[in-house]
């Protein structure tokens, strides 16, 4: 007798049984990869009770679902799937589209972020274009120009150091021989409060490496906001060590902190540990923070480690 292939055996579940099979994998996988598997699978993967399901507990609401355009599937995607950093590889932003920004009404579940003029040089200075924009700032007192010290420059490509992986075609950020700090405010203005309420977890991650012939050190932040822009929570990464020529990846869960979230101040800051002049410190790029469904912390947690715990990938 011949066997029964897999297809088979999904064919002979019932679907509320298959979607329950669904659950068990990673919303990324269910949306990607096991709707291009078979018709049926492709079927499965729309099916409205399977991402409403994935979205119960969350404080998303049939409310929010009829709202959004492609129901529960097209609410999970905007909730769960946008990165909250803007410009995440420090990218400049030319005067024309900020007016444009500027005029912009939010949209539902689309984070808030303060445009501010331009402090982060280029390696070639473009004198041409005084007025450009940055969703991100300077933090105290640090001054962020070309000529070293806390000074922060964007390269593009890298100096002295191979393109990053993750971002092969984009700016990176290097620092010079003292603490150099930027940070980015992320407001929550258009996400309710209920789901604020519920906690939801979030990841965390960015690229770092160090430039050919000089250790270096990187350190990140994200400080949890309530209402009245106290912290209620803060992640540190503490001080990491680059690798010469090398990129890595810092990952974070963070969740587990207290109710009363609105908004996210995300810190990066590096420095060189032997050079006294010249912007020999931490490079990196490609900066993420995205919420995540409870049911899928499972999936990024990396084996052998704890919630709020931060994993370097290399």
Not at 166 to 182: F, H, I, M, N, Q
């Amino acid at each position: 007798m011949e066997s029964s292939s897999p297809k088979h055996y999904c064919e002979s579940l019932p679907d509320a049984v298959f979607a329950k099979v669904l659950l068990l994998l990673p919303a990324v996988e269910i949306a990607r990869s096991c709707a291009l598997v078979c018709r049926q699978w492709r079927d499965a993967t729309q099916d409205v009770s399977l991402w409403s399901e994935l979205c119960g507990g969350t404080g998303l609401r049939s409310l929010d679902a009829l709202r959004c355009m492609g129901g529960w599937k097209g609410l999970f995607g905007t909730v769960y799937g946008v990165n909250l950093v803007a410009s995440p590889h420090f990218s400049r932003i030319h005067h024309m589209e900020a007016e444009q920004m500027k005029g912009q009404a939010l949209r539902p579940w689309e984070p808030k972020h303060r445009l501010i003029y331009d402090r982060i040089c280029n390696v070639e200075e473009d004198h041409d274009e005084p007025h450009s924009f940055s969703h991100w700032a300077t933090e105290g007192g640090s001054v962020f120009q070309r000529g070293g010290g806390d000074g922060v420059l964007r390269e593009d490509p890298p100096q002295g150091c191979d393109p990053c992986p993750a971002a092969l075609d984009k700016p990176v950020l290097a620092t010079s021989y003292e603490w150099g700090r930027v940070q980015q405010y992320i407001g929550l203005q258009t996400f309710s409060n209920k789901f604020l309420d519920n906690r939801p977890p979030m990841m965390f991650s960015i690229w770092f490496a160090g430039r050919q012939g000089a250790p270096s050190l990187l350190r990140v932040q994200v400080l949890l906001r309530d209402e009245l822009k106290n912290v209620i929570h803060s992640w540190d990464s503490g001080d990491v060590r680059t690798t010469e020529n090398k990129w890595r990846q810092i990952k974070s869960i963070i969740y587990g902190y207290p109710q009363g979230l609105r908004s996210i101040v995300v810190k990066v800051a590096g420095k060189s540990m032997m050079h006294g002049s010249g912007f020999y410190g931490a490079k990196c790029t490609a900066v993420r923070l995205h919420f995540i469904p409870f049911t899928q912390v499972k999936f990024h947690v990396a084996e052998g480690q704890g919630p709020e715990q931060s994993v370097i990938y290399y």
